[in-house]
């Protein structure tokens, strides 16, 4: 079946299937998995049609809950994604997506029309998701990039947050400095513990050292920031991000500088 077939090359960008060489690149975050006997209920709690709860499924999904519970109530405040993706469709209805409670971050789950979708496709291939729970960072939204790689090679970055003609003042001041320090970091370590030839990685700039935040297929759904199909190709690698109300594209630093 083309459909299932599709599913189960899609569940290899899940966070849950990635290498721990590639998870260790992350913002660090700890796992919960639902198990297969949970799934039912967990299905049946964002209304997925044709999922049934039993006592066996509600026992199942009580101490999944519980080990959730346990992860993101030791922090003050936690954010909460399922492998496949986050609930990141609901931030304008409740302003953030900090919880503070593992019961808070299900009815923030309900609420998602993606992980609605994803749950759904979970339930009727009897994939289990897996929770992933940080602590809560309040991330600068400058720092963040996502990077092209096709067939092994770093294609473009781009500054992330794009909508709403956002410019940062930062990226251009850092702009060479974002540019050396993500292009070495999705070398030298991003692309040689990868088992995908072609993904996007979603990326955080420090000054100390990038770290991943998301990892997703390349393909006509992603969104390419400033690689969009409305601007022109790079003629080689490079960095693109607004500045003075235009486009900026910096050449990304050699293979071997």
Not at 88 to 115: N, P, Q
Request: aromatic share 12%; proline share 8%; charged share 25%.
């Amino acid at each position: 079946m083309v459909e299932e077939k599709i599913f189960h090359d899609i569940t290899s960008f899940y966070l849950e299937n990635l290498p721990k060489q590639i998870l260790d690149l992350f913002i660090p975050q700890v796992s919960v998995a639902v198990t297969k006997e949970a799934l039912p209920s967990f299905a049946a709690q964002l209304d997925v049609p044709g999922a049934v709860r039993t006592r066996e499924s509600n026992q199942a999904m009580a101490e999944v809950f519980t080990r959730l519970r346990s992860v993101v109530e030791s922090h003050e405040y936690s954010f909460v994604r399922l492998g496949s993706k986050s609930p990141k469709d609901v931030e304008a209805l409740y302003g953030t997506l900090k919880v503070s409670t593992a019961k808070d971050a299900l009815l923030m789950f309900a609420v998602s029309k993606r992980i609605r979708a994803d749950v759904n496709w979970n339930f009727l291939y009897g994939y289990p998701p897996v929770f992933f729970v940080r602590p809560w960072m309040d991330l600068s939204p400058w720092r963040e990039f996502r990077c092209f790689i096709r067939n092994r090679e770093l294609e473009g970055i781009s500054q992330y947050f794009c909508r709403n003609r956002a410019e940062f003042p930062e990226i251009a001041h850092e702009a060479r400095s974002i540019a050396k320090a993500v292009t070495r970091f999705i070398r030298e370590k991003v692309i040689p513990m990868a088992e995908h030839d072609t993904f996007a990685c979603d990326v955080y700039y420090t000054t100390a050292a990038p770290l991943i935040v998301d990892y997703n297929p390349l393909t006509g759904r992603t969104g390419l920031c400033f690689f969009d199909a409305s601007l022109p190709p790079p003629e080689r690698p490079e960095v693109r991000f607004r500045h003075n109300g235009g486009i900026v594209a910096l050449p990304l630093p050699q293979e071997n500088p």
